[in-house]
């Protein structure tokens, strides 16, 4: 569908982050792996699985609220089907903390059993947070501590260290540093993260992505620009596109400001104009 250059993106401190992840594993019981609802395989790092190796995983599917809830759905049994926990969330309005703790009791069953066949009494389940950056790392943590524990912010590469989060007697938490992968071997990879902001925009050819976007969602969500912009959609993608500039008035010297249309369009699909959507779904 994309005949894209793979987007490329590894800074420095992600270097670092991948190298502390694999020092403190060793200090937890399982894994939290948040992912975006919208991109369930493109927001999952490959490089978790070399990581974390035999560690037992709790995948968090965050910004349900944002996706479609049949495909989250689907998703949920896909991923269970791999022997999985998984829990779908929204994670500033719902109340979640007996669902993560349950879950997290589950997910390191054998060794609660383990420590109760040796009489140890069991302590607090220690879960290191990953996931991808803009997944919703540093609001998970928050809502969680019940205060400001994590710095957040609606771009990728905010949190740049490691810290230690308690949650009373039941939980503690290591949030880590959201970690890309060096290269997307599948271009519609790269491009889906760049669509929902986990890639930065100075980085990516922003024309190119809004191409990709509304040619995806001619095909897949067919009607939906039309009744959301009021106009007719061409069967190019970029000539739609010029119908949206026109219809808002995006004009520069008589010509069509394209930087302000690519912007602007991706912009509305961030900020869920277009709905709730999901990028790919299990039979993908």
Request: proline share 6%.
């Given at each position: 569908m994309s005949n894209q250059n793979p987007?490329?993106?590894?800074?420095?401190?992600?270097?670092?982050a991948k190298r502390q992840m694999e020092e403190n594993l060793k200090k937890v019981d399982f894994v939290i792996e948040i992912r975006?609802?919208?991109?369930?395989?493109?927001?999952?790092?490959?490089?978790?699985?070399?990581?974390?190796?035999?560690?037992?995983r709790l995948i968090l599917l965050s910004k349900k609220d944002k996706a479609d809830p049949i495909a989250t759905k689907e998703w949920i049994q896909k991923l269970q089907s791999q022997g999985h926990q998984v829990l779908a969330l929204d994670l500033i309005k719902d109340s979640y903390f007996k669902a993560l703790?349950?879950?997290?009791?589950?997910?390191?069953?054998?060794?609660?059993?383990?420590?109760k066949r040796r009489g140890i009494r069991p302590r607090a389940l220690r879960a290191m947070v990953c996931g991808i950056p803009n997944v919703g790392k540093s609001t998970f943590i928050n809502t969680m501590a019940k205060r400001k524990a994590a710095q957040t912010a609606d771009r990728p590469g905010v949190t740049k260290s490691l810290q230690w989060i308690k949650l009373g007697q039941s939980l503690e938490l290591l949030d880590t540093p959201g970690?890309?992968?060096?290269?997307?071997?599948?271009?519609?990879t790269g491009m889906r993260l760049a669509i929902l902001g986990s890639v930065r925009d100075e980085v990516v050819n922003m024309q190119e992505l809004a191409i990709y976007a509304c040619r995806w969602l001619q095909e897949t969500k067919p009607g939906l620009l039309a009744k959301l912009y009021q106009i007719e959609e061409q069967k190019d993608p970029w000539q739609t596109l010029e119908k949206i500039a026109l219809k808002r008035g995006y004009l520069?010297?008589?010509?069509?400001?394209?930087?302000?249309?690519?912007?602007?369009?991706?912009?509305?699909?961030?900020?869920?104009?277009?709905?709730?959507?999901?990028?790919?779904?299990?039979?993908?």
């Amino acid at each position: 569908m994309s005949n894209q250059n793979p987007i490329q993106w590894f800074p420095g401190h992600m270097t670092k982050a991948k190298r502390q992840m694999e020092e403190n594993l060793k200090k937890v019981d399982f894994v939290i792996e948040i992912r975006d609802a919208r991109i369930p395989d493109s927001s999952k790092n490959p490089m978790l699985d070399e990581l974390i190796q035999n560690k037992p995983r709790l995948i968090l599917l965050s910004k349900k609220d944002k996706a479609d809830p049949i495909a989250t759905k689907e998703w949920i049994q896909k991923l269970q089907s791999q022997g999985h926990q998984v829990l779908a969330l929204d994670l500033i309005k719902d109340s979640y903390f007996k669902a993560l703790v349950q879950a997290a009791q589950t997910t390191c069953q054998k060794l609660i059993d383990k420590q109760k066949r040796r009489g140890i009494r069991p302590r607090a389940l220690r879960a290191m947070v990953c996931g991808i950056p803009n997944v919703g790392k540093s609001t998970f943590i928050n809502t969680m501590a019940k205060r400001k524990a994590a710095q957040t912010a609606d771009r990728p590469g905010v949190t740049k260290s490691l810290q230690w989060i308690k949650l009373g007697q039941s939980l503690e938490l290591l949030d880590t540093p959201g970690v890309l992968w060096p290269k997307f071997e599948d271009p519609n990879t790269g491009m889906r993260l760049a669509i929902l902001g986990s890639v930065r925009d100075e980085v990516v050819n922003m024309q190119e992505l809004a191409i990709y976007a509304c040619r995806w969602l001619q095909e897949t969500k067919p009607g939906l620009l039309a009744k959301l912009y009021q106009i007719e959609e061409q069967k190019d993608p970029w000539q739609t596109l010029e119908k949206i500039a026109l219809k808002r008035g995006y004009l520069q010297k008589g010509s069509i400001d394209e930087n302000r249309l690519v912007r602007s369009f991706i912009k509305d699909i961030r900020e869920d104009k277009l709905g709730p959507l999901t990028w790919e779904f299990p039979h993908d």
